[in-house]
């Protein structure tokens, strides 16, 4: 699995960016979920999960910075 481009992440919008960054929360917490379960099959999931997750919290905290600075 190749790893997500921040680039991607740059172009959404910010209510784009919020909606990822909670639909990965959620995706994180079944992952938790299935592994205490011991039904996690691919537990790669979990590195990208949080890969892009740190993607889009960066990009928005650049964007917030970029308003107060302004």
């Known amino acids: 699995m190749a790893r997500p481009d921040i680039a991607e992440a740059r172009k959404l919008t910010d209510g784009e960016i919020n909606d990822q960054i909670d639909g990965i929360r959620r995706e994180l917490f079944t992952l938790r979920f299935e592994q205490a379960t011991r039904r996690l099959e691919k537990p790669h ?17 650049e964007r917030s910075r970029a308003t107060v600075a302004s």
């Open 45 to 61: 999931r979990f590195k990208a999960a949080r890969i892009r997750l740190a993607q889009l919290m960066t990009v928005k905290t």
